[in-house]
């Protein structure tokens, strides 16, 4: 039985698993992939406090590390069912089951889908969820860029510094990211802007070859031939093997205030995955400092 299991290994979790190991308690973290997350695919962090670069990468490794040096336990497992038991809370993963006395949720976000056909199948056959893993096979071929937020944005200007043209297709005609970024993409020589308009088809043979795009306004339908498409159209909470145990809001993340407690007694929620205003790294190990916190008074309150 462990003080507590966190779920999920990002940095809302890893920082967690440092908070509960400073204050004494047995630390299991849970990671599906690999520990980082989503900030994994972040090739610059210029907004964490201390250092003015960092990639992804690292940030990740050093917490890792700083957690793991302080005594957190890493099962690489994914999470699959939480239940309670006995008064104990039960995690299940496709290795075997975990109890702790508290659990908490780190679960963050996974890529949203496009929703068209075969978009499944043809990742890493020209889709893909991520420039700045993938745009190097795109050198002075010709990509497209799906969706109107900062990664959105951010991934055309990656794009187009590697390829020899950027389609950036939005489905309305104004940005939700950071105007000083559509101004970067418009000095840009080799960014074509499509606006108000949808992906509605992906033609490919083995590899996708080109894509069919359809303007919202009048119906016009296009087809833009390509090598690669990369999708930046927002994240989902993976929060759906928990909702019997806490509660979602409407778009699925975990309803819970700045304390983290999710209602449930035992559970807390850290990070991506809960509701909340502004989801930055910076607020991702805030929470994980917070849920941690509480976890712990809890445990000791047992
Ligand atoms: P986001 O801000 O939620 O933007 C998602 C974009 O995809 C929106 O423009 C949305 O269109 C579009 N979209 C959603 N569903 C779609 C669909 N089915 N088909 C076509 N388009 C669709 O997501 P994000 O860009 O991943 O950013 C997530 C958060 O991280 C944001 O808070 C962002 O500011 C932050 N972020 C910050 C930085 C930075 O600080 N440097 C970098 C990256 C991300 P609508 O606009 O019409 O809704």
């Known amino acids: 039985m462990y003080d507590i299991v966190v779920v999920g290994g990002g940095p809302a979790g890893m920082t967690a698993a440092i908070y509960a190991r400073r204050a004494g308690k047995t630390v299991l973290v849970l990671e599906a992939l690999s520990c980082g997350g989503q900030i994994l695919n972040t090739p610059d962090i210029e907004n964490y406090p ?3 670069h960092i990639s992804g990468y690292d940030f990740s490794q050093k917490v890792y590390e700083q957690a793991k040096g302080l005594g957190a336990e890493f099962a690489f497992e994914k999470a699959v069912e939480l239940r309670e038991q006995d008064g104990a809370k039960v995690v299940v993963t496709p290795k075997g089951t975990y109890t702790a006395k ?3 949720l780190a679960t963050g976000s996974e890529n949203r889908k496009l929703g068209v056909e075969d ?5 890493g056959r020209g889709v893909s969820y991520c420039a700045t893993c993938d745009g190097n096979f795109y050198r002075n071929k010709v990509v497209a860029v799906v969706g109107g937020g900062n990664t959105a944005l951010e991934d055309a200007l990656y794009m187009a510094d590697i390829a020899k043209t950027v389609y950036l297709i939005h489905r309305r005609d104004s940005f939700r990211g950071e105007e000083t970024t ?3 993409l418009k000095e840009k020589g080799n ?4 606006y108000n308009s949808n992906v509605t088809k992906l033609i490919a043979e083995k590899r996708l070859k080109a894509i069919e795009v359809t303007n919202k306004l009048d119906g016009s339908v296009q087809t ?8 930046a159209v927002g994240r989902v909470p993976e929060n759906q093997n928990f909702a019997n145990v806490v509660k979602l809001d409407e778009a699925g993340y975990v309803v819970a205030g700045e304390d983290c407690h999710t209602g449930t007694e035992g559970v807390f929620v850290a990070g991506d995955n809960r509701a909340k205003a502004l989801r930055q790294l910076v607020t991702a190990t805030a929470d994980g400092a917070m849920a941690a916190t509480e976890a712990v008074k ?3 309150s047992l």
């Open 182 to 184: 559509v101004r970067r």
């Open 298 to 300: 809890y445990v000791n």
């Open 50 to 52: 201390v250092e003015a």
């Open 102 to 104: 508290a659990v908490i």
């Open 224 to 231: 833009i031939e390509l090598n690669g498409l990369f999708v």
């Open 119 to 123: 978009e499944d199948r043809l990742v």
């Open 191 to 194: 960014v074509t802007f499509v």
